[in-house]
């Protein structure tokens, strides 16, 4: 009856074990699409210990670095900037679904089932670039006074804030529209020092 009973006690710690360690794997799984939602880049990175491989912002950190200059681009066109990033990642995953948590080796596979937009979808039209030629020869007269009463900096400025809204505004409207698509992702989770991480996502 003792060997039953302690056989029964050994089973309950296990499966109690087990049941831990599912349940803060599935807690990661939902604080790192919260980060990847919020477009929270210090929370992704303490959750992947800066892995880029587990990096789903990593396209928006990106983009937004190319524009993120002040002193090139002005005040307004990268405000701008940083509201279409935090759009695009708010919109990225739509939904999704975990289905299976397999173990490898010493590391767990999370298999999900996800909806997510595909941004390579989006149709950029115009370049800043192409936008600032255009403003500036149709507006030659403005930009030649602001230049000359304000500077080269502010002209430049200026011409950027007149664009900003057209050229974002056109990828944010595209980004609320694009249709999300049924994707299969695995997530990677190894422990280290005694902390789970998501060291790959795939």
Not at 55 to 60: F, M, Q, R, W
Not at 63 to 90: M, Q, S
Not at 120 to 125: G, K, L, P, R, T
Not at 128 to 142: G, I, K, S
Request: charge should be negative; include cysteine.
């Amino acid at each position: 009856m003792k060997k039953i009973v302690s056989i029964l006690i050994i089973a309950m710690v296990l499966l109690t074990g087990c049941g831990n360690i599912k349940e803060k794997h599935e807690q990661l799984i939902h604080d790192y699409f919260a980060c990847v939602k919020e477009f929270n880049v210090e929370g992704l990175k303490a959750l992947t210990n800066g892995s880029d491989e587990a990096n789903l912002l990593k396209d928006a950190q990106d983009e937004l670095a190319a524009f993120n200059d002040k002193e090139t681009y002005g005040e307004t066109f990268v405000e701008e900037a940083e509201k279409y990033v935090k759009l695009e990642a708010e919109k990225f995953v739509e939904s999704y679904e975990i289905n299976k948590i397999e173990k490898d080796g010493d590391k767990y596979l999370v298999r999900i089932e996800a909806k997510i937009r595909d941004y390579s979808d989006i149709n950029v039209i115009h370049t800043p670039e192409t936008l600032y030629e255009n403003y500036m020869n149709t507006n030659a007269e403005e930009v030649q006074k602001i230049y000359e009463e304000e500077g080269e900096t502010q002209a430049i400025h200026h011409i950027f804030s007149k664009i900003a809204k057209g050229f974002f505004g056109s990828i944010n409207t595209q980004i609320k529209n694009l249709k999300p698509k049924d994707v299969s992702i695995t997530v990677v989770l190894e422990e280290k020092d005694n902390n789970w991480l998501i060291t790959n996502v795939y």
